[in-house]
């Protein structure tokens, strides 16, 4: 297990970290899910630079690392639906992309090819945590009372009638939806082989 791998599966703790202290309630909980989440998304960077960095770029890593981004999105996904932050649809059919891209990355797996994540992809991916995290924000310091000029510009930008918020959800669903697309185009041939 080399050193990005390790981190993608630290990854998967700060998910369970970030699921647990979301349940809570509280300013204490918010912040605890925040900052888990946002080590998360960091993590999510730098496995793939280092891999990259130091030549240990593995088949295992190709395929842990989009896996652990597809839980830590999709469990911020459905909490902030549970929160009212974002439309049940959406979150499905975000899942249904994620499902859909793992099912043709699982048919490559048999015929000995491994997809790595492609750019639409990691566009996705970024638009999609910049919503959680925003999101997340907002939750966390809407209950802070503190008044300094730091707290009212994260209350203002994090603000879901705010520009940042919309605009990174209906972003993040348009590249969903057509990258899903561009992954099943792309591997046509091998889902439609019949042997």
Same mark, same amino acid.
């Given at each position: 297990?080399?050193?990005? !791998? +390790?981190?993608t599966?630290?990854? $998967?703790?700060? +998910?369970?970290?970030?699921?647990?202290?979301?349940?809570?309630?509280?300013? +204490?909980?918010?912040?605890?899910?925040?900052?888990?989440?946002v080590?998360?998304a960091?993590s999510?960077?730098? #496995?793939?630079?280092?891999?990259?960095?130091? !030549?240990?770029?593995?088949?295992?890593? *190709?395929?842990?690392?989009? $896996?652990? #981004?597809?839980i830590?999105?999709?469990?911020?996904?459905v909490?902030l639906?549970?929160?009212?932050?974002?439309?049940?649809w959406?979150?499905?059919? %975000? %899942?249904?992309?994620?499902?859909?891209?793992?099912g043709?990355?699982? %048919?490559?797996?048999? *015929?000995?090819?491994? &997809?790595?994540?492609?750019?639409l992809? *990691?566009?996705?991916?970024?638009?999609?945590l910049?919503?959680?995290?925003?999101?997340?924000? /907002?939750?966390t310091?809407s209950?802070v009372?503190?008044?300094?000029?730091?707290v009212? =510009? @994260?209350?203002?930008?994090s603000?879901? #009638? /705010?520009? @940042? &918020?919309?605009?990174?959800?209906?972003?993040?669903? =348009? @590249?969903?939806?057509?990258?899903?697309?561009?992954?099943?185009?792309k +591997?046509? /041939?091998? %889902? @439609?082989?019949? !042997?």
């Open positions: 297990m080399n050193l990005p !791998n +390790t981190i599966l630290l990854r $998967l703790v700060l +998910t369970a970290v970030f699921c647990a202290a979301a349940s809570s309630e509280g300013v +204490t909980g918010y912040a605890i899910a925040l900052g888990a989440f080590l998360g960091i999510d960077w730098l #496995d793939g630079y280092l891999a990259r960095r130091l !030549n240990l770029v593995t088949s295992l890593g *190709k395929l842990l690392d989009p $896996l652990a #981004d597809k830590l999105v999709c469990s911020g996904f909490y639906s549970a929160e009212g932050l974002c439309p049940v959406v979150t499905a059919l %975000i %899942i249904c992309r994620e499902f859909l891209v793992t043709i990355r699982q %048919i490559a797996v048999d *015929k000995n090819c491994v &997809i790595a994540a492609d750019v992809g *990691k566009w996705k991916t970024a638009l999609q910049i919503f959680i995290i925003t999101a997340l924000v /907002h939750l310091f209950m009372a503190l008044n300094n000029d730091f009212r =510009l @994260l209350q203002y930008l603000d879901p #009638d /705010h520009w @940042l &918020i919309p605009a990174s959800l209906w972003a993040a669903v =348009l @590249l969903t939806v057509v990258s899903g697309l561009s992954y099943f185009w +591997t046509r /041939h091998m %889902i @439609l082989d019949r !042997n």
